[in-house]
């Protein structure tokens, strides 16, 4: 299955300059969802992994159904003020703005194994602020998984020490 066919291109959304891909349509469809979610899944089927760790907020979509699919739980990275409990909170930028990511302190352990989902990686900015509070509480990241990276904003550069998997490779 294609599924760029999936994913809208919304050119100068949500300001000039931004490629915005929009996924929802790839949600919508059971078959693309289902496809999406399967082969995100296959490079970690026989991977010692604690955690699934998704970003706000349509990360959050896919890595539920990806922790599903992998019999593994879920931790969230959300964006200021909305986690209730103590949090530990990192400032970043992303391709369109500035933000503060922060994790309830709790949610990761020390030494534990985890993989961070998100939908795009753009400038790297979001994926970079979520490894340093998985680092801060003391967790061992064993990749980053995304739907579709934009290669000319070379996020990759930001969270290079770390395994990066992409089903969708764009030029941007
Ligand atoms: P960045 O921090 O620049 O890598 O941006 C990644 C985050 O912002 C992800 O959570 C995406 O959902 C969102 N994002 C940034 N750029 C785009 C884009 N062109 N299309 C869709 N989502 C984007």
């Known amino acids: 299955m294609d599924l760029r066919t999936k994913i809208k291109n919304i050119p100068n959304w949500p300001k000039k300059g931004v490629n915005f891909k929009d996924i929802t349509p790839l949600l919508e469809n059971a078959k693309s969802f289902q496809y999406a979610i399967n082969q995100l899944a296959k490079p970690f089927k026989n991977k010692e992994i604690d955690k699934i760790i998704g970003i706000d907020a349509r990360g959050f979509l896919l890595a539920s159904a990806l ?69 801060k509480l003391g967790g061992k990241i064993i990749g980053f998984t995304f739907l579709a990276e934009l290669k000319n904003l070379k996020g990759r550069k930001k969270i290079k020490n770390y395994p990066i998997y992409s089903l969708l490779s764009y030029e941007k």
């Open 67 to 135: 922790a599903y699919k992998l019999n593994l739980g879920i931790a969230i990275v959300r964006k200021q003020g909305k986690l209730p409990r103590k949090t530990v909170s990192t400032n970043y930028s992303l391709e369109y703005g500035k933000n503060l990511l922060e994790i309830h302190q709790d949610a990761v352990k020390a030494k534990e194994t985890i993989l961070i989902v998100d939908d795009v990686l753009a400038t790297g900015g979001t994926s970079w602020a979520t490894m340093k509070l998985v680092e």
